[in-house]
C-alpha cells in the first residue's frame, strides 16, 4: 500500500487489464471506499472476472502496485449500435484529485476504438456535480435520456426514501466534440459566466441554515437556454442535511422533465464561483428544428 505522505510523489499511473484473482478482490475492495457507503452496491468479484473474460473490458490504473482506480465495462447493443456500456468507474479517494477518472475514460476510449467501436454509454445520478463535470464538459458525452427511479431504491437511498434517478449518456469517441474536449479545447471562465448568466435559472435556491443550498421553485424554461442547479457537494449535503435530498430529487426531475417536454437538451455542465461559494448547473438550449420539419404533435 502507497504511504499517504508518497501520493505527491506518483506522477503516472500504468493501465492495464486486470488479470490475478487478487486484482479483481482489490477492484472490489477499491469500489466499496470510492462509493463511500453509497446507495449502489459494488459490482463482485464473480461478475468482474466474468466480464473480463467474454468480451466485457476490466482494467485498472496502478500507482506502483497499488490499484488506485478501476473501471468496467460491458458490451451492448441497442438493435442499431455495437457499444460499450461502462458500469464501473472508481477512484480511490486519495487519488481523486489527480485527474484518475478522467484518464481511466481515456483508457477505456482507447481500447474502445481498438475494437472499431464508435460509443461508449453509461450512467450518473444527476445530483452528482463532480460525475457530471467530467462526463459532459470535460469529455463532451451527450445526455440522452433521463431515467427517474432507474434502480429502484438501494442501499442509503432505501433507508431515506430516495429514488434513483439517472441521466443516460452517449460518448461518440471519435466525434468531433469530444476531440476537441480531448485536446483541452475548453471554454474560458468568462464565458462559462458569460452563458450562466444568459440563461434563464429553472431552479431557484437558497441557503440554508447549513451553509448548504436548497431549491425553493422550479421554472418552465424559455429563451435560448436556460440553466438548471444541482447540488456542488452531494456528500456533504447528504451528511449536513439530509432532510433536502428528497426535495433536490424532486426539483430536478421536475425540471429536467419540464426541459424535454419543451424541446431543450443539456449543452455543458458549468461550474461556478458566484458570491464566494462553488455552484453547480446544467446548461441546456432549445432544440433547432430542422427546416421543414413539422411541429411536434399537439403544438402549432
Do not use: C
Not at 478501476?70 to 455495437?82: F, H, I, K, M, P
Not at 460499450?84 to 484518475?100: C, G, I, K, M
Amino acid at each position: 500500500m502507497a504511504a499517504a505522505g508518497g501520493l505527491d510523489r506518483i506522477r503516472e499511473f500504468r493501465f492495464r487489464l486486470l488479470q490475478k484473482p487478487e486484482e479483481f478482490r482489490s477492484a472490489e475492495e477499491l469500489e466499496r471506499q470510492a462509493m463511500g457507503g453509497g446507495e449502489e452496491s459494488p459490482v463482485s468479484v464473480s461478475v468482474l472476472r466474468t466480464a473480463q473474460d467474454h468480451g466485457g473490458l476490466v482494467f485498472g490504473a496502478f500507482a506502483d502496485i497499488y490499484l488506485a482506480g478501476v473501471g468496467a465495462d460491458l458490451l451492448g447493443w441497442d438493435g442499431s449500435e455495437l457499444y460499450r456500456f461502462a458500469v464501473l468507474t472508481a477512484v480511490r479517494p486519495e487519488y481523486q484529485n489527480h485527474r484518475l477518472g478522467y484518464r481511466l475514460m481515456a483508457f477505456r476510449r482507447e481500447e474502445a476504438l481498438k475494437q472499431g467501436l464508435a460509443a461508449l454509454r453509461w450512467t450518473l445520478d444527476p445530483l452528482r456535480s463532480r460525475a457530471a463535470r467530467l462526463s459532459i464538459h470535460l469529455l463532451g458525452a451527450r445526455v440522452e435520456r433521463y431515467l427517474p427511479h432507474y434502480f429502484g431504491r438501494l442501499g442509503w437511498a432505501e433507508e431515506e426514501g430516495i429514488d434513483t434517478d439517472r441521466l443516460r449518456l452517449r460518448w461518440g469517441l471519435a466525434d468531433a466534440t469530444t476531440e476537441a474536449r480531448l485536446a483541452g479545447r475548453l471554454s474560458s471562465p468568462e464565458e462559462d459566466q458569460a452563458r450562466w448568466t444568459a440563461a434563464r435559472a429553472m431552479i431557484t435556491t437558497e441557503g440554508a441554515e447549513t451553509g448548504l443550498r436548497v431549491p425553493t421553485e422550479v421554472r418552465e424554461p424559455s429563451g435560448p437556454t436556460a440553466h438548471l442547479e444541482i447540488p456542488f457537494d452531494l456528500v456533504a449535503l447528504r451528511e449536513h442535511d439530509p432532510a433536502s435530498l428528497r426535495r433536490w430529487r424532486s426539483a430536478v426531475r421536475d425540471a429536467f422533465r419540464a426541459a424535454g417536454d419543451v424541446g431543450y437538451e443539456v449543452e455543458d455542465f458549468l461550474v461556478l464561483p458566484l458570491e464566494h461559494e462553488r455552484r453547480s448547473f446544467y446548461l441546456l438550449r432549445r432544440k433547432t428544428p430542422l427546416a421543414g420539419a413539422p411541429p411536434p404533435a399537439g403544438r402549432p
